[in-house]
Structure formats: C-alpha cells, structure tokens
C-alpha cells in the first residue's frame, strides 16, 4: 500500500491528486474526486463537509486500487460503472461507448422538434444504441413514443436494456439486436418513423491509436468508423429515406471535418430538404439534421422527385 493506514479524506485527495498528475492524468484533482465520492458512497459536497474525517483501512485500500486503476488510463465512468447524460443516470461498462455531452446536443434537438408538433405518438428508430443514451432519455422525456433501438452488440444492448428498466422506460423501447436497419424489416414501420437519429461509429481507422489512451478502453467497433470515418452514413442515409414519413427527420452526430462530405452525401441523395447543421460547445459542427422530402423515383440511374 502506497498510503499510510489512517488518513484524512483531506490528505487522501491530495496523495491521489498527486499521483494521478504524475500520470498525466487531464483532471487529475476532480477525478481523485469523483472516485473518492463513489468509494465513501457519498456525493463530492459531502467530500468537503468531511475533510477531516479518518477513512477506514478498507476504504483506503478499496480507493487506491482505483487510483492505480485509473493512472492506467481506464476511464472513469467505467471505474464507477456510471455516466450522467441528459441529467440520468445511466449504467456503463466496456461493452458500451462512454455517453458524451456532444450527443446531448443530438437529444436536445430532437426535443425541441417535438416540441413543436402535435402531441401524438412517436416512432423513433435509434441505430448504435450502445448504452441506451439516446432511446432512454427520449424515452424518458416524449409522453408517446415508440422506440426501436438496435445494436450489433449483444453486450450493448443488455445493457441499453438495464437502463431502460432503470429509467422506467422500458415499455417504450424495443431493443432488437442486429446490423444496422437489416432487422427491423419484421416490424411494420415502413415510411412512418417520424426520427432516425444515429451516433454511428465516425473514426477514421488510422487516427483510433493517436487518440487519448482513454478511448482504447471503449469498444472498438462503437468507435471505428473505417477508414475515413465515413463507413455508416451512406447505409443510414438510405435506409433513413426507407423508414422515414415525408418530413420525418434524420438526424446524425459527425466527426470534426465531416460535415461537407456528409452533408454533400444527403444532398445527392436528393430524397431530403431543410438540411440543418449544428455546432456542438467546442464550434465544431456536429450534428446534421435533415428532412425526408415526398417521395423519389429512378430515372435514368438518379433519384427523382415525383
Ligand atoms: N448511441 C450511443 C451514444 O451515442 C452509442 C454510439 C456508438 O456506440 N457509436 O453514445
């Protein structure tokens, strides 16, 4: 053990601020934090109201492992088996991507598009579900909503479904294992979704090993997006227009420096109108929102609008 076996919460923090920060660890002092809060069973307010207080010899051992744990980089959220997105709590673990605060940009959007229809119900088509994020948190905030998330991952989607029992919102919710739209043919709901939202895996192959040490913890296949990044959104955008009622949404998160290819892929589809493109905190631009326009015919091997 690196700690002495009675210590202040005050000199724990301090020992562990230290260590982590000589792992180059970005938040060394907030993660020490966090996973003292979670070790103590007690919220980070607490942590300053008890400063003074002696940890017991197991709680010390028990946060030390985790210390060293995270100066190997593991992420945080997979220590504590928790993320918050959309103000929930959802349950994560390495089968499922880490929730990030750029898809709540994603959700918000989709919120704010119901907002401004008629109360009815739903039907919302969410590929990549991962964790759940998406589909619970719609879940949780649309009165009505039919909602079919898919996964690849087996492992992802029980845990999409453990969070949707955790947020009540599992009778809202169809979780269907498969590849992309390929399972949803059983389903009658051919042309009357009202949103296809997708975070698909965006990373160019390449750039994964350069990336944070962090990410090399998460599921590699929640993250490559081949090699330049682009491997899904043309299925997507397809299979979008396939499922989608006119005027239905298709909304995607994007990669930095994706936005002209994508957006210019929608457009030659020429089966979508109202393109919108918003910037997520950083001034990227990160999501793209689209509309399905009436429907297409082939003429002479390009879409048509009838
Ligand atoms: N839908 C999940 C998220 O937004 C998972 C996305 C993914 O695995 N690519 O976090």
């Known amino acids: 053990m690196l700690i002495q076996k009675h210590i202040k919460i005050s000199d724990i923090l301090g020992w562990a601020t230290d260590f982590l920060t000589g792992y180059n660890i970005s938040s060394p002092s907030l993660d020490a934090q966090v996973l003292l809060s979670y070790v103590l069973g007690i919220n980070r307010m607490d942590l300053y109201l008890n400063l003074r207080q002696i940890m017991t010899e197991d709680e010390s051992r028990r946060y030390e492992n985790l210390i060293k744990k995270r100066a190997k980089r593991i992420p945080v959220a997979y220590l504590i088996g928790e993320k918050e997105f959309m103000g929930l709590s959802f349950l994560v673990n390495e089968d499922v991507l880490i929730p990030r605060p750029e898809t709540e940009i994603l959700v918000e959007l989709i919120l704010n598009r119901i907002g401004k229809l008629n109360e009815k119900r739903y039907v919302i088509i ?54 992309m739209f390929e399972s949803l043919n059983q389903f009658n709901i051919k042309d009357r979704a009202d949103f296809v939202i997708s975070n698909p895996p965006y990373i160019k192959t390449d750039i994964l090993k350069s ?49 002209l290819m994508i957006k210019e892929m929608v457009d030659k589809f020429n089966g979508f109108f109202d393109i919108e493109i918003v910037k997520d905190y950083a001034g990227i631009d990160r999501i793209i929102i689209a509309k399905k326009s009436s429907d297409l015919e082939m003429e002479k091997g390009r879409w048509r609008r009838l």
């Open 126 to 179: 969410d590929l990549g579900t991962g964790s759940g994020n998406i589909a619970v948190s719609l879940a949780k905030f649309i009165e009505n909503a039919d909602i079919y998330a898919i996964d690849i991952s087996k492992a992802a989607l029980n845990t999409a479904g453990k969070n949707a029992q955790r947020q009540e919102v599992g009778h809202k919710i169809n979780f269907i294992q498969g590849n």
């Open 211 to 259: 990336l944070q040490p962090e990410i090399g913890f998460e599921p590699r296949i929640a993250l490559d997006g081949g090699k330049d990044g682009l491997d899904f959104y043309e299925r997507i955008i397809s299979g979008a227009y396939f499922y989608l009622k006119e005027n239905g949404y298709l909304a995607l998160e994007i990669a930095d420096g994706q936005v």
